[in-house]
């Protein structure tokens, strides 16, 4: 995809986003603060992090038990791997899914920003078969994409914490940044 354009089309996802954020009837902002809401904060658009992938699918399909942020735990497959390089570093993201039958791959990560200018709990992926595919076949892993789970926002929701195979320990400077409430 031609830099322009990508970048453009990455621009006004986040704007479609920050307007669902600040008009929709019920955002993920608890109503007592959508009044303060100043936006999302996001890392400029960068093409070092959108990388064209194969999927390395597992042979053998494991279920993983991910704890949730107020306690709880849910069954994910792990699906596939991701294997790339940030820098002169390599890393490897697991992809997961609800179950067999889904056509979407979930990828939670934390990364050496967590905490300091993203998410202490760390940020998520959602890769569809359909959107995130090229005309190949490879997957299109855009950390750029990288958004942080609804419960950054309100105590209301409970996110699953990232798995510790999916901590790089490189930064991600991509995507959405930490979200300061007011």
């Known amino acids: ?10 621009e006004r996802e986040r704007r479609d986003k920050e307007g669902f954020f600040a008009g929709h009837w019920q955002p993920p902002i608890p109503p007592q603060a959508r009044a303060e809401f100043m936006g999302l904060d996001y890392y400029p658009p960068d093409p070092d992090y959108r990388f ?21 735990e849910r069954d994910f497959v792990r699906w ?50 359909t959107r995130n595919r090229t005309a190949e076949g490879r997957w299109i892993l855009d950390l750029n994409e990288a958004y ?11 996110c699953p914490l990232v798995p510790q195979d999916n901590w790089l320990a490189v930064p991600v400077r991509a995507g959405e940044k930490d979200y300061a409430k007011i």
């Open 148 to 158: 942080n789970p609804w419960c950054v926002f309100s105590e209301d929701y409970t």
């Open 80 to 129: 596939g791997e991701f294997r790339f390089r940030i820098g002169d570093e390599p890393c490897v993201l697991q992809a997961y899914k609800g179950g067999p039958e889904e056509d979407h791959l979930f990828i939670p990560f934390r990364d050496e920003t967590s905490g300091q200018e993203t998410y202490g709990g760390g940020r998520y992926l959602d890769l569809d078969a």
């Open 1 to 10: 995809m031609e830099t322009d354009l990508w970048k453009e089309q990455l």
């Open 52 to 72: 064209e992938l194969e999927l390395y699918e597992h042979e053998e399909k494991q279920m993983v038990r991910m704890a949730y942020t107020k306690g709880g």
